[in-house]
């Protein structure tokens, strides 16, 4: 068994599919809408083959449910980067919302931002073992 996709529900689909694919670097493979009211977003990581599901609904669809608690249902999704660091800063400085400071250890450098969603994006960084 292996886990084939995550998927999220989002607020706004262009603001959520433009800071995955231009903040996040993950790449477009599809869309489809295959009930009246929904529209999918499919997401991969060009480097690591994983994917992610953009979910939104429209009020007339049958799925629909209010977004309730501003991305806090899902914990966090963690992206391995090559330097955690210049990425968490570069987030920022693209507009997205802090979620935690940037954390530098021994092992490893991490931070988490918001995506428009409210979901917290981690972007993490293990160093070089002497």
Same mark, same amino acid.
């Given at each position: 068994?292996? !886990?084939? /996709? $995550? +998927?999220?529900? &989002?607020? *706004?689909?262009?603001? +959520?599919?433009?800071? /995955?694919?231009? +903040?996040?670097?993950?790449?477009?493979?599809?869309?489809?809408?295959? &009930?009246?009211?929904?529209? =999918?977003?499919?997401? $991969?990581?060009?480097?690591?083959?994983?994917?992610? *599901?953009?979910?939104? #609904?429209?009020?007339?669809?049958?799925? /629909?449910?209010? /977004?309730?608690?501003?991305? &806090?249902?899902?914990?966090? !999704?963690?992206?391995? &980067?090559?330097?955690?660091?210049?990425? #968490?800063?570069?987030?920022?400085?693209?507009?997205?919302?802090?979620?935690?400071?940037?954390?530098?250890?021994?092992?490893?450098?991490?931070?988490? $931002? @918001?995506?428009?969603?409210? =979901?917290? =994006?981690? $972007?993490? +960084?293990?160093? @070089?073992?002497?």
């Amino acid at each position: 068994m292996g !886990l084939n /996709y $995550v +998927s999220i529900r &989002v607020k *706004n689909m262009k603001k +959520s599919l433009d800071f /995955y694919t231009k +903040s996040m670097g993950l790449k477009v493979l599809g869309k489809r809408s295959p &009930v009246p009211g929904e529209q =999918i977003m499919m997401l $991969v990581d060009r480097k690591t083959g994983q994917r992610l *599901n953009l979910m939104w #609904y429209a009020k007339s669809c049958r799925w /629909y449910a209010p /977004y309730k608690m501003n991305g &806090v249902e899902l914990d966090h !999704l963690m992206f391995q &980067v090559k330097d955690a660091k210049k990425t #968490y800063q570069g987030l920022l400085r693209k507009g997205a919302p802090k979620a935690t400071d940037l954390w530098e250890g021994k092992e490893r450098t991490m931070g988490l $931002v @918001k995506d428009p969603n409210g =979901i917290w =994006i981690g $972007v993490m +960084s293990e160093k @070089k073992k002497k």
